[in-house]
């Protein structure tokens, strides 16, 4: 166990600063600067904007100093939004996000976990096989057409009270929250069904399983307190890179219902070219991954004991 | 397969047989074949031009048509042909405005003075602009209210002509342009009920049935000319099923150019790290393990920012996310192959390590890789659509080209009420090619690998 965690703990940082480095480079080539008005501005106030933003010293000092801003979580100001800091901006708007994203994700452990298992039990039945085509056609419906489709469908057509109108507020209004959630848990449950299923069938036709059905023992133990366990391997593997998936999807459905969360102000500071908010929101989005990576890799360690001796 | 009449069978064949016996991949297949024909052959057959606008038309439901008054004849009159057009009455000049484009021009007026003119498509600053018939206003904060202008010049630094426009305010100029070459003049005169154009050749060369000032028929040649458009059309008055098949053009080539990327890369990676063992493998391999949890789609999109929306950058950026896993794989394979006798064969014959790799490796390792090839080329469409969704289209000689996600997004922008079809058939054109491709490259995965069935 020791040098499989020594070696996943040299890796995330590894991997976080390949990802600095990798934005760093690009905003640093960028053609055109933050400040490159159409009026000339006085030398005098140049100077002390560049300045502020660091741009007067040689570009490996940018970086170290870059670097030591963000080891002190200081992800600088932002160059649009003049009087804010990206911290702020952050602050204001991560919440939301982790609102969402974190709904999702339980939702979909939920529902996949459940309709994984039931295919698994009901395999090649009729049940089995509906399970398994929608999870399939979730899987290739990206959220930005089921969100938009769901909004219509609820709003628009059935003209759900719930719904509509379809402003976002938190759990001031569930139903939209629903919406928003279910939009971005589909694709993972559907994907978490999927793991479950084919993790449980693997491991029910092993030899343990057949002796622990021949003593006797109920469908349900053999299930949840023998199959599951080994089932899941799979699903926890998976969980660290969903994460990315789960933010994406995210600046997707906050586009889709309006939800103030930072994957809008992303988008909206990719089209402005408010380059240290999109850096620091990409650093922080690796960030938040690579600590989910490294969480999923720390699981199957536990988990599996194979996992450990490699 | 246990079958006896299997025995003896190459095992392509014998993965053909599994194939074929997959019900919802065949069907998949079949799918990705109609949607691709479709997709390259059908702008070409379609009437309509996805990036021709007619305003007036604005979003039709699917299967209405409408005199086609686009091409040679169009029965508008005046300078706001584009945005508002009046059916010709006997006695008016009729002006083709066949090809007419809207240039809009945004003019900033500083304590009196013209301060800038900017052509807003392209962003060029203009120092004067002639302003003949066909210039319209739109009002101070760019909105929709126009109104055609006197002629006149607006020169920088000059005080624009009288009563043109409120000192201080912002106005939207719209020059519509006509090609000179596309511009006809017509005489229109009374004929009963209908009316006639003439050149000022004075040859009819179309008939006009009018109710009012609507029209009805336009006839041309003695053939009714209507257009009709199967799946409705967009807010500007754009086919919509043509520019669904131009944007699965646009969706299917990126992906089909980035996996070509993503194979050349992973592919010289995997074949390298397997040739060469030892620890340039172990270098290479654990490059790929880090790099598979960095967040690339964040990096695309930061690249898109900084080096602008280009075609060859997407392709390169795309191709470069898709990389690892097909090194991966190609790494397996050839480690598998390299202690072979044909390989050996090879390397006595005297044969460089490039060359062994390029002839005996790479060849005989393509199998798995096409088929992970099949399932990243919808995962690059789904990137793509993303970014196009989230509002990186990507531009191309200063147009945007609108993929499958950037038509869907217009459609979710554009919803309200009944007009659902501009949403529901891109998403249904996207969703079903996704669909089937994934089912294909299942189908494939599983017929040339038996054991991993069912994953």
Redesign the interface.
């Known amino acids: 166990m020791g040098r499989y965690l020594l070696r996943r703990l040299i890796?995330?940082p590894?991997?976080l600063l390949?990802?600095i480095t990798?934005?760093f480079v690009?905003?640093r080539?960028?053609?055109g600067g933050p400040f490159d008005a159409e009026r000339k501005v006085d030398p005098a106030i140049e100077l002390a904007l560049k300045a502020k933003y660091r741009l007067d010293l040689p570009p490996w000092r940018q970086y170290l100093a870059y670097l030591g801003d963000l080891a002190r979580g200081d992800l600088g100001p932002s160059f649009k939004h003049k009087a804010r800091t990206v911290n702020e901006i952050v602050a204001a708007h991560l919440p939301h996000s982790l609102l969402v994203g974190g709904l999702a994700l339980a939702l979909a452990l939920t529902v996949g976990l459940l309709c994984g298992a039931l295919a698994a039990v009901r395999h090649n039945t009729i049940g089995d096989w509906s399970l398994s085509a929608g999870a399939?056609?979730f899987?290739?419906?990206?959220a930005?057409?089921v969100?938009?489709?769901l909004?219509?469908c609820f709003g628009?057509?059935l003209q759900w009270p719930a719904v509509n109108p379809m402003i976002y507020d938190g759990f001031q209004r569930p139903g939209v929250l629903l919406l928003a959630v279910t939009t971005l848990a589909l694709p993972f449950a559907a994907k978490v069904a999927?793991l479950t299923r084919?993790g449980l069938?693997d491991i029910v036709h092993q030899d343990f399983i057949r002796t622990a059905r021949a003593c006797g023992l109920p469908g349900h133990q053999i299930l949840f307190a023998h199959a599951l366990r080994g089932g899941v391997l799979p699903l926890v593997s998976f969980l660290?890179?969903a994460a990315?998936d789960l933010?994406?999807g995210s600046?997707?459905v906050e586009?889709?219902f309006n939800i103030p969360g930072l994957g809008r102000e992303?988008?909206d500071g990719?089209?402005n070219?408010d380059?240290t908010l999109?850096?620091g929101?990409?650093v922080l989005?690796?960030a938040l991954?690579?600590g989910f990576?490294l969480l999923s890799d720390l699981a199957l360690g536990l988990l599996d004991p194979r996992v450990r001796l490699t | 397969m246990s079958d006896t009449s299997d025995r003896g069978r190459s095992p392509g064949w014998q993965a053909w047989q599994r194939l074929r016996r997959n019900r919802l991949a065949m069907a998949g297949g079949i799918a990705v074949v109609v949607m691709t024909t479709l997709v390259v052959a059908g702008p070409w057959l379609s009437p309509h031009d996805p990036q021709r606008q007619h305003l007036w038309l604005g979003a039709l439901p699917p299967g209405s048509g409408h005199p086609d008054v686009e091409d040679e004849n169009l029965f508008a009159i005046g300078a706001r042909a584009e945005t508002a057009p009046r059916a010709a009455r006997a006695g008016d000049l009729l002006i083709s405005v066949r090809e007419s484009v809207a240039v809009a021009y945004r003019v900033a007026l500083r304590s009196g003075r013209v301060s800038e003119i900017v052509r807003v498509a392209g962003a060029l600053p203009v120092d004067r602009l002639e302003a003949g018939p066909g210039l319209a206003v739109a009002d101070a904060d760019g909105g929709s209210a126009q109104r055609p202008l006197p002629a006149g010049t607006l020169v920088r630094d000059q005080p624009p002509p009288a009563g043109w426009f409120a000192p201080g305010s912002r106005v939207l100029l719209l020059r519509l342009a006509a090609g000179i070459a596309e511009r006809i003049d017509y005489h229109v005169v009374s004929d009963g009920a209908a009316v006639r154009a003439i050149s000022r050749a004075g040859v009819a060369v179309e008939r006009a049935v009018l109710r009012g000032e609507h029209i009805e028929r336009v006839v041309g040649d003695g053939v009714e000319l209507r257009a009709t458009h199967v799946l409705g059309t967009d807010l500007q008055g754009r086919d919509l099923a043509v520019r669904i098949l131009h944007g699965g053009r646009v969706s299917l080539l990126i992906a089909l150019v980035a996996t070509l990327v993503s194979l050349l890369i992973g592919v010289t990676w995997g074949a390298i790290a397997g040739y060469a063992g030892g620890r340039t493998d172990r270098l290479l391999m654990a490059a790929v393990?880090?790099?598979?949890?960095?967040?690339f789609?964040?990096?695309v999109?930061?690249?898109?920012?900084?080096?602008g929306r280009s075609l060859i950058l997407l392709f390169v950026a795309l191709g470069a996310v898709q990389w690892l896993t097909t090194a991966r794989i190609v790494r397996g394979q050839v480690l598998s192959l390299k202690s072979r006798e044909f390989v050996l064969a090879a390397r006595l014959a005297g044969q460089s390590p490039w060359a062994v790799i390029r002839r005996h490796l790479v060849p005989n390792s393509f199998g798995p890789v096409v088929v992970y090839a099949t399932l990243t080329v919808?995962a690059v469409i789904?990137q793509e659509?993303?970014l196009s969704?989230?509002?990186?289209t990507v531009q191309f000689r200063g147009q945007a080209l609108d993929s499958w996600?950037a038509l869907?997004?217009s459609?979710?922008d554009a919803?309200?009420?009944d007009r659902?079809w501009l949403?529901?058939w891109p998403?249904l054109a996207?969703?079903g090619t996704?669909?089937a491709l994934?089912?294909v490259g299942?189908g494939l995965r599983d017929a040339l690998d038996p054991q991993i069935k069912?994953?």
């Not at chain 2, 999109?301 to 080096?307: A, D, G, Q, R, S």
């Not at chain 2, 969704?389 to 990186?392: D, Q, S, T, V």
């Open positions: 890796q995330a590894l991997v390949i990802l990798c934005t690009l905003v080539v960028a053609p399939m056609v899987l290739a419906l990206p930005f057409v969100g938009p489709l909004a219509w628009a057509w999927r084919a069938l660290g890179p990315a933010l994406t600046l997707v586009q889709v992303f988008v990719a089209l070219r380059y999109v850096m929101t990409v989005y690796g991954l690579v990576n | 393990d880090i790099l598979y949890s960095v967040p789609l964040f990096l999109i930061v690249l898109m920012v900084v080096f919808p789904l659509s993303f969704f989230i509002g990186l996600g869907v997004k459609g979710m919803l309200t009420g659902v949403l529901l998403s996207m969703g996704l669909f994934n089912a299942d069912g994953r």
